[in-house]
T-cell receptor, first 111, second 116 residues
Framework: GDSVTQMEGPVTLSEEAFLTINCTYTATGYPSLFWYVQYPGEGLQLLLK?????DKGSNKGFEATYRKETTSFHLEKGSVQVSDSAVYFCALRGSARQLTFGSGTQLTVLP | ETGVTQTPRHLVMGMTNKKSLKCEQH?????MYWYKQSAKKPLELMFVYSLEERVENNSVPSRFSPECPNSSHLFLHLHTLQPEDSALYLC???????????????FGPGTRLTVL
Protein backbone atom coordinates (compact mmCIF):
# COMPACT_ATOMS: atom_id res chain seq x y z
CA GLY A 1 0.00 0.00 0.00
CA ASP A 2 0.87 3.67 -0.06
CA SER A 3 3.25 5.04 2.54
CA VAL A 4 5.07 8.26 3.41
CA THR A 5 8.31 8.52 5.36
CA GLN A 6 9.37 11.83 6.89
CA MET A 7 12.54 12.74 8.69
CA GLU A 8 12.06 12.48 12.40
CA GLY A 9 12.07 15.58 14.49
CA PRO A 10 12.19 17.64 16.39
CA VAL A 11 14.12 20.10 14.27
CA THR A 12 15.43 23.24 15.97
CA LEU A 13 16.84 26.10 13.91
CA SER A 14 17.85 29.69 14.44
CA GLU A 15 15.92 32.43 12.65
CA GLU A 16 17.06 32.93 9.04
CA ALA A 17 18.54 29.42 8.81
CA PHE A 18 17.90 27.16 5.83
CA LEU A 19 15.30 24.45 6.30
CA THR A 20 15.01 21.03 4.70
CA ILE A 21 12.51 18.42 5.81
CA ASN A 22 12.91 15.17 3.90
CA CYS A 23 9.94 13.21 2.62
CA THR A 24 9.95 10.03 0.55
CA TYR A 25 6.99 7.99 -0.55
CA THR A 26 5.88 4.63 -1.85
CA ALA A 27 2.86 4.49 -4.10
CA THR A 28 1.61 2.82 -7.25
CA GLY A 29 0.81 4.98 -10.23
CA TYR A 30 1.11 8.75 -10.10
CA PRO A 31 0.15 10.14 -6.71
CA SER A 32 -0.42 13.77 -5.86
CA LEU A 33 1.84 15.07 -3.11
CA PHE A 34 1.13 17.59 -0.37
CA TRP A 35 2.73 19.39 2.53
CA TYR A 36 0.43 20.37 5.39
CA VAL A 37 1.34 22.54 8.38
CA GLN A 38 -0.23 22.46 11.85
CA TYR A 39 0.30 25.45 14.10
CA PRO A 40 -0.17 24.98 17.85
CA GLY A 41 -3.80 24.47 18.81
CA GLU A 42 -5.02 24.40 15.21
CA GLY A 43 -5.97 21.93 12.51
CA LEU A 44 -3.91 21.10 9.45
CA GLN A 45 -3.54 23.68 6.71
CA LEU A 46 -2.44 22.93 3.18
CA LEU A 47 0.95 24.53 2.61
CA LEU A 48 1.68 23.43 -0.95
CA LYS A 49 1.05 20.65 -3.42
CA UNK A 50 2.28 19.06 -6.65
CA UNK A 51 0.25 16.79 -8.86
CA UNK A 52 2.79 15.46 -11.38
CA UNK A 53 6.46 14.71 -11.73
CA UNK A 54 8.81 17.71 -11.79
CA ASP A 55 6.08 20.06 -10.54
CA LYS A 56 7.25 22.52 -7.91
CA GLY A 57 4.80 23.58 -5.26
CA SER A 58 5.49 26.84 -3.45
CA ASN A 59 3.84 29.02 -0.83
CA LYS A 60 4.98 31.49 1.85
CA GLY A 61 8.63 30.97 0.87
CA PHE A 62 8.39 27.19 1.15
CA GLU A 63 9.07 24.99 -1.87
CA ALA A 64 8.98 21.29 -2.70
CA THR A 65 9.65 19.53 -6.01
CA TYR A 66 7.97 16.28 -7.02
CA ARG A 67 10.85 13.93 -7.89
CA LYS A 68 9.55 10.70 -9.34
CA GLU A 69 13.00 9.22 -9.93
CA THR A 70 13.84 9.45 -6.23
CA THR A 71 10.21 9.23 -5.00
CA SER A 72 10.80 12.33 -2.90
CA PHE A 73 9.06 15.61 -2.07
CA HIS A 74 11.44 17.43 0.27
CA LEU A 75 10.28 20.68 1.85
CA GLU A 76 12.70 23.63 1.78
CA LYS A 77 12.77 27.24 2.89
CA GLY A 78 15.70 29.56 2.49
CA SER A 79 15.23 31.63 5.64
CA VAL A 80 12.93 30.46 8.42
CA GLN A 81 11.14 32.74 10.86
CA VAL A 82 9.97 32.19 14.42
CA SER A 83 6.41 32.15 13.06
CA ASP A 84 7.25 29.03 11.01
CA SER A 85 7.41 26.98 14.21
CA ALA A 86 4.83 24.24 13.70
CA VAL A 87 4.43 20.57 12.81
CA TYR A 88 4.84 19.76 9.11
CA PHE A 89 3.19 16.74 7.48
CA CYS A 90 4.00 15.25 4.12
CA ALA A 91 1.09 13.43 2.47
CA LEU A 92 0.11 11.72 -0.73
CA ARG A 93 -3.12 10.87 -2.48
CA GLY A 94 -2.82 7.87 -4.72
CA SER A 95 -5.48 5.52 -5.98
CA ALA A 96 -7.38 5.59 -2.69
CA ARG A 97 -9.67 8.44 -1.69
CA GLN A 98 -7.89 9.22 1.51
CA LEU A 99 -4.61 10.95 2.12
CA THR A 100 -1.70 8.95 3.46
CA PHE A 101 0.24 11.07 5.95
CA GLY A 102 3.77 10.95 7.25
CA SER A 103 4.29 11.02 11.00
CA GLY A 104 4.96 14.78 11.09
CA THR A 105 8.08 16.80 11.86
CA GLN A 106 8.10 19.33 14.69
CA LEU A 107 9.99 22.50 13.75
CA THR A 108 11.05 25.05 16.35
CA VAL A 109 12.67 28.29 15.19
CA LEU A 110 14.54 30.27 17.83
CA PRO A 111 14.97 34.05 17.67
CA GLU B 1 -18.57 31.65 7.90
CA THR B 2 -16.07 30.02 5.57
CA GLY B 3 -14.00 26.87 5.46
CA VAL B 4 -14.46 23.94 7.81
CA THR B 5 -15.75 24.55 11.33
CA GLN B 6 -15.88 22.17 14.25
CA THR B 7 -17.71 22.37 17.55
CA PRO B 8 -17.02 22.14 20.35
CA ARG B 9 -13.34 23.05 20.31
CA HIS B 10 -12.78 21.36 23.67
CA LEU B 11 -14.75 18.58 25.35
CA VAL B 12 -14.27 16.78 28.62
CA MET B 13 -16.46 13.75 29.24
CA GLY B 14 -16.73 10.80 31.55
CA MET B 15 -16.68 7.23 30.34
CA THR B 16 -20.44 6.86 30.73
CA ASN B 17 -21.39 10.05 28.93
CA LYS B 18 -22.83 10.42 25.44
CA LYS B 19 -21.71 13.39 23.40
CA SER B 20 -21.46 14.42 19.75
CA LEU B 21 -18.87 16.28 17.73
CA LYS B 22 -20.07 18.46 14.88
CA CYS B 23 -18.35 19.45 11.66
CA GLU B 24 -19.65 21.82 9.01
CA GLN B 25 -18.07 22.74 5.71
CA HIS B 26 -18.91 25.79 3.61
CA UNK B 27 -16.78 24.89 0.60
CA UNK B 28 -19.25 23.03 -1.58
CA UNK B 29 -17.37 19.76 -1.14
CA UNK B 30 -19.01 16.35 -1.37
CA UNK B 31 -16.59 14.21 0.65
CA MET B 32 -15.98 14.47 4.40
CA TYR B 33 -13.57 12.74 6.75
CA TRP B 34 -12.94 12.12 10.45
CA TYR B 35 -9.35 11.76 11.67
CA LYS B 36 -7.93 11.05 15.11
CA GLN B 37 -4.68 12.71 16.12
CA SER B 38 -3.03 11.34 19.26
CA ALA B 39 0.22 12.52 20.75
CA LYS B 40 3.27 10.86 19.23
CA LYS B 41 1.19 8.81 16.75
CA PRO B 42 0.51 9.31 13.04
CA LEU B 43 -2.75 10.81 11.95
CA GLU B 44 -5.39 8.05 11.83
CA LEU B 45 -8.21 8.12 9.30
CA MET B 46 -11.43 6.97 10.96
CA PHE B 47 -14.29 7.44 8.49
CA VAL B 48 -14.86 8.73 4.97
CA TYR B 49 -18.19 9.89 3.58
CA SER B 50 -18.66 10.50 -0.12
CA LEU B 51 -21.95 11.93 -1.37
CA GLU B 52 -23.34 11.23 2.12
CA GLU B 53 -22.55 7.51 1.90
CA ARG B 54 -19.99 6.00 4.25
CA VAL B 55 -17.27 4.59 2.03
CA GLU B 56 -14.47 3.93 4.52
CA ASN B 57 -14.46 2.66 8.07
CA ASN B 58 -10.98 1.86 9.25
CA SER B 59 -11.73 -0.65 12.00
CA VAL B 60 -13.00 1.98 14.36
CA PRO B 61 -14.63 0.72 17.59
CA SER B 62 -18.41 0.90 17.67
CA ARG B 63 -18.32 3.42 20.51
CA PHE B 64 -17.65 5.93 17.70
CA SER B 65 -20.66 6.37 15.43
CA PRO B 66 -20.53 8.79 12.48
CA GLU B 67 -23.47 10.46 10.83
CA CYS B 68 -23.60 12.51 7.63
CA PRO B 69 -27.10 13.95 7.13
CA ASN B 70 -26.09 16.06 4.13
CA SER B 71 -22.97 17.02 2.23
CA SER B 72 -22.26 20.01 4.50
CA HIS B 73 -22.54 18.37 7.91
CA LEU B 74 -20.76 15.52 9.63
CA PHE B 75 -21.20 14.28 13.18
CA LEU B 76 -19.28 11.90 15.38
CA HIS B 77 -21.42 10.43 18.15
CA LEU B 78 -19.49 9.23 21.18
CA HIS B 79 -20.59 6.85 23.94
CA THR B 80 -18.85 4.83 26.64
CA LEU B 81 -15.45 6.06 25.59
CA GLN B 82 -12.18 5.03 27.19
CA PRO B 83 -9.38 7.28 28.46
CA GLU B 84 -7.20 6.17 25.52
CA ASP B 85 -9.74 7.82 23.21
CA SER B 86 -8.53 11.20 24.42
CA ALA B 87 -7.13 12.95 21.34
CA LEU B 88 -7.65 15.74 18.84
CA TYR B 89 -10.43 14.83 16.43
CA LEU B 90 -10.10 16.49 13.07
CA CYS B 91 -12.72 16.84 10.38
CA UNK B 92 -11.80 17.45 6.74
CA UNK B 93 -13.61 17.88 3.45
CA UNK B 94 -12.72 17.73 -0.23
CA UNK B 95 -14.19 17.40 -3.67
CA UNK B 96 -14.75 13.78 -4.54
CA UNK B 97 -11.79 13.21 -6.76
CA UNK B 98 -11.31 10.91 -9.63
CA UNK B 99 -8.21 8.78 -9.53
CA UNK B 100 -5.21 10.78 -10.59
CA UNK B 101 -6.64 14.18 -9.72
CA UNK B 102 -5.16 15.45 -6.51
CA UNK B 103 -7.92 17.32 -4.78
CA UNK B 104 -6.63 18.39 -1.41
CA UNK B 105 -8.47 18.08 1.86
CA UNK B 106 -9.36 21.11 3.94
CA PHE B 107 -9.25 20.62 7.69
CA GLY B 108 -11.17 22.10 10.57
CA PRO B 109 -9.44 23.26 13.77
CA GLY B 110 -10.29 20.07 15.61
CA THR B 111 -12.03 19.13 18.86
CA ARG B 112 -9.71 18.41 21.77
CA LEU B 113 -11.39 15.51 23.60
CA THR B 114 -10.46 14.41 27.10
CA VAL B 115 -12.05 11.27 28.52
CA LEU B 116 -11.85 10.97 32.29
Amino acid sequence: GDSVTQMEGPVTLSEEAFLTINCTYTATGYPSLFWYVQYPGEGLQLLLKATKADDKGSNKGFEATYRKETTSFHLEKGSVQVSDSAVYFCALRGSARQLTFGSGTQLTVLP
Amino acid sequence: ETGVTQTPRHLVMGMTNKKSLKCEQHLGHNAMYWYKQSAKKPLELMFVYSLEERVENNSVPSRFSPECPNSSHLFLHLHTLQPEDSALYLCASSHEAHVGIGYEQFFGPGTRLTVL
